[in-house]
């Protein structure tokens, strides 16, 4: 009877270091980028290990990286959409000081106040300006309360779902629904907004045709950070405000936000 419970352990931990290593590189290490993006172009790697990264806009659903094998979760929301702009990011974010956990990654992206007064550069006004002038974590969907950001964790959970006001320079307060979600050695963060967003008084997007899904990895060069964001706007918005510069200029401040959080500053 104890042999026959010795073997099953060793086939259990057997299974369990396969996962493991499948998740992560053959030996059981940090995958590296090429690994994350075995066809990546060469010119797209060296722009997304440089301090900038890569980004680019399309005014279609087309991309030029191949994203990675993670949950299918991963992009269905702007699947789901005719997106009148689409914006692909590739980051890798060098570690601060050694390598870090997913738990590490995912307490530094928690700081929804750490949004609040990032600048962008506005051409009408010709001069950086807060993109939101202020950013709270609110209690639920319905009930708008504002609620503090929670301390550092010890560990992440499988899923996690946070509620965020945003009050954006063009679109007035914004709600956005942002879901967490393990993916193997990484996790998502999907982000959309739950309600109309408005510019004036005419609805400028509609509830969830706003999104931004990001997949974060630790791996051997830093924290791989890739993104694809899209909005479907109406023709007579997309008249008056330049879309393809709109949605490249707020995930350029939500990228400044994770760069900041995963280097632990404000």
Known sequence: MRKRSFSILCVVFL???ACLFSQNGSDGSLRSISEVFPNLDEKIKEQALSPKGYIISHRDKSRTVEAPSVDPYFQSRLDTLNPTVTVEALLVI???SGAMDLVDVYNGLRQIRDLRGRLYHSETRDAD??????????????????IDDPPPQPAMPDSE???IR????????SYYQANIKKSGPGFIYDLFNNRDLTYFIITAIKAGCFTAQFYFEPIHEGVLVYSVSGAEVSNFIASKIHMPSAIQKRLEVLLDWVTDGINGRP
């Open 129 to 146: 300006v807060p993109l939101f002038e202020d950013a709270t974590r609110l209690e639920s969907a319905r009930r708008t309360s504002v």
């Open 15 to 17: 299974c369990s270091g």
């Open 166 to 173: 945003l009050k954006d320079v063009n679109f007035g307060n």
């Open 94 to 96: 060098p570690y601060p």
């Open 161 to 163: 779902t946070i509620y």
